[in-house]
C-alpha cells in the first residue's frame, strides 16, 4: 500500500525543522510494511506541490492541517487530488483538523483523525490493509449523509517512549540546515497541559493530563541530535518543567553523558521550585528560556486565565538573568477592550525583562474562548489573514497597530540585537537573535504582497464593471 505524507504549503513557516508529527506517523506505516512517502511543501507554492503530489497515484494522502492558514492550501490539496485520482483516500489530521472538522470534510476529506493520532493512524493503516470498514475505529471523523459523525475518542498515549525513535535515517535534513544556516532540530518531549488559557488549543487538542517521556528516552534522543552534529535542539513543548524531577533528571544524564549540545526550553513561570534546577540547565548547555508572560496587566492575566502574576514572571527573569539565560518573553495584544496604556505597560515590561521577544495579536484561534465569536469562522478565504498581524478585535486598531510596528523597529535596530545575530561567537546564540530578523522580513514581504494583491483585485473588479457598463451603453447606442 503507498502512502504520502503531506506538510502543506503554509505562508507562516518560521522555523526551518521537519515536522515530528508526520516523521513519527511515517516511521509508524514504515513499521506496518508501507510504502511510505513524506514530502514537505510549507514553503513551496501551492502549483510546485500538487505537481509533486500529483505525480504518483497512492492509496492514502495525509495532508496535516496544523496551522488555521494552512486550511486555504489543505482544502485546494484535496479537491485537485479527487479530480485526478478518485479513489485515493484524503485524510488530515493535525490542531485545525481535530478541531474543525467541517474545513475539511465539506471539501473533499474522507476521514479526520482527530486528537493525538499516533495510535489511531496505526490502526487506520492496519485495518485498511486487511481490507476492512475504518468507520469504527476510535480517533476519526467522516460524513454520512452529509453529516459529521465524531466516533469515540481514542485513548491517550499512555507511555511517550512508545512513540518511535527517530535517528532521522529515513530523512535528509540538510535542506533544513541549508535554511536555516543552523544545524538544528526541535523535540517533544511532553505532551498535555494542566491550565486552561482563554486563547489557547493546547488543552483541546492534548487534553489536561500532562505526559512526559523518561529522561532516558530523552537522552537516547540527544544522543541522536549529538551523532547528527546538531548545533542547537529545541524542546518546544509548552512546559518542560510541569514534573520537575523529570526535568532534572535529565539535565543530570546530560552532564554525565557530556552531550553538550545548547539547547532551549519553555517553562511555565511557576513551574521550577527548587533554585538549583536552573543551575542544572545551565550546567547541561541549555542557553536559552522561552516564557509567556501575555501581558503585563493584571487585568489581562485573569482575562487570559493565566496561572501567574506579572511579580512571579519578575522573579523568574531575575534567576535567568543572574545565569545570563537568554530570555525570551511572549507579549499577546489586542484584548477586546485593551488600552493604549496597558499595550505600552506590556511593551515596556518586555523590555526591561528580556533579551528577545515575540509579541502576537490575540487572534480567534479554533480551540479558544475567541473562536466562537469571529465572523470570518467557517470562510476558509479568511484563513490566509492569521499569523501575520492581519486579525485584530481590540479598540484603537490603527493607533494600537502603530505602536506595534514602532516597537519591530525599536526591537530590530537594538545595536546590541544585531552584534549578536551576526557575531556571537556560539552559533546557537546568533540563531536565536538572527530568527526575529528573519520572521519579521517575511512577515513584512507576506504583507506587502497580500496589500498589493487586494490593490490588484479591487482594480480588476471595477475595471470589468467600467467594461461592461460602456459595453452596455455601446450597444443601446
Known amino acids: 500500500m503507498r502512502v504520502l505524507l503531506v506538510l502543506p504549503s503554509v505562508d507562516t513557516s518560521w522555523e526551518c525543522v521537519p515536522s515530528t508529527g508526520l516523521m513519527n506517523l511515517y516511521l509508524i506505516g514504515k513499521e506496518l510494511g508501507c510504502d511510505m512517502e513524506l514530502i514537505d511543501l510549507s514553503e513551496a507554492s501551492y502549483q510546485e506541490g500538487l505537481e509533486r503530489i500529483l505525480s504518483k497515484r497512492y492509496d492514502i494522502v495525509g495532508i496535516s492541517c496544523n496551522f488555521i492558514n494552512a486550511a486555504p492550501s489543505c482544502v485546494r490539496y484535496a479537491k485537485d487530488i479527487k479530480e485526478r485520482y478518485p479513489n485515493t483516500l484524503v485524510i488530515s489530521g493535525g490542531n485545525h483538523a481535530t478541531l474543525v472538522p467541517e474545513d475539511l470534510l465539506f471539501y473533499n476529506y474522507d476521514y479526520v483523525i482527530y486528537g493525538e493520532g499516533e495510535a489511531t493512524f496505526k490502526e487506520f493503516l492496519q485495518t485498511f490493509l486487511r481490507g476492512e470498514s475504518v468507520k469504527e475505529l476510535k ?43 543552523l544545524r538544528y532540530a526541535t523535540m517533544e518531549t511532553s505532551r498535555g497541559c494542566v491550565y ?30 549529538k551523532k547528527l552534529k546538531l ?27 557530556e552531550i553538550c549540545i545548547p539547547w532551549a526550553i519553555g517553562i511555565g513561570t511557576n513551574s521550577i521550585k527548587d533554585e538549583s534546577t536552573f543551575d542544572l540547565l545551565i550546567k547541561s548547555n541549555c542557553i536559552q528560556v522561552n516564557v509567556n508572560i501575555e501581558s503585563a496587566n493584571a487585568r489581562l492575566l485573569k482575562a487570559y486565565r493565566k496561572p501567574h502574576t506579572i511579580e512571579d514572571n519578575r522573579r523568574l527573569c531575575q534567576k535567568l ?60 478565504s479568511k484563513y490566509e489573514l492569521f499569523g501575520k498581524a492581519n486579525v485584530f478585535w481590540g479598540k484603537h486598531k490603527f493607533i494600537i497597530f502603530l505602536i506595534y510596528r514602532i516597537f519591530v523597529l525599536l526591537y530590530l535596530l537594538n545595536p546590541t540585537r544585531i552584534l549578536k545575530s551576526l557575531f556571537a561567537r556560539n552559533k546557537a546564540v546568533r540563531y536565536s537573535y538572527r530568527r526575529r530578523y528573519y520572521v519579521t522580513h517575511k512577515i513584512l514581504i507576506l504583507n506587502i504582497t497580500g496589500f498589493l494583491k487586494r490593490i490588484y483585485n479591487f482594480c480588476t473588479k471595477h ?15
Open 139 to 181: 480517533g476519526i471523523f467522516y460524513l454520512k449523509e452529509g453529516k459529521i459523525i465524531k466516533n469515540h475518542p481514542h485513548e491517550p498515549i499512555e507511555d511517550l517512549d512508545t512513540l518511535p525513535l527517530n535517528d532521522y535515517s529515513e530523512f535528509n535534513l540538510e535542506p533544513y540546515f541549508k535554511r536555516s544556516g
Open 196 to 225: 486552561n488559557c482563554a486563547f489557547c488549543s493546547t488543552v483541546s487538542m492534548w487534553g489536561h493530563k500532562y505526559r512526559h517521556k523518561s529522561p532516558r528516552r530523552i537522552l537516547e534522543e540527544f544522543r541522536v541530535a
Open 231 to 257: 548545533d542547537f535542539v529545541h524542546i518546544y513543548d509548552d512546559d518542560v518543567a510541569f514534573n520537575e524531577q523529570n526535568l532534572r533528571e535529565f539535565c543530570n544524564l546530560l552532564i554525565n553523558e
Open 321 to 380: 538573568r543572574r545565569r545570563k539565560v537568554i530570555i525570551e518573553n511572549h507579549g499577546l495584544i489586542g484584548f477586546p477592550d485593551e488600552t493604549i496604556r496597558e499595550t505600552l505597560n506590556t511593551y515596556f515590561y518586555l523590555i526591561k525583562t528580556s533579551h528577545t521577544w515575540i509579541v502576537t495579536f490575540l487572534e480567534p484561534r479554533p480551540g479558544s474562548d475567541y473562536w466562537k465569536n469571529w465572523d470570518g469562522r467557517g470562510n476558509v
Open 463 to 477: 475595471v470589468f464593471k467600467i467594461k461592461n457598463k460602456f459595453s452596455i451603453l455601446c450597444s443601446e447606442s
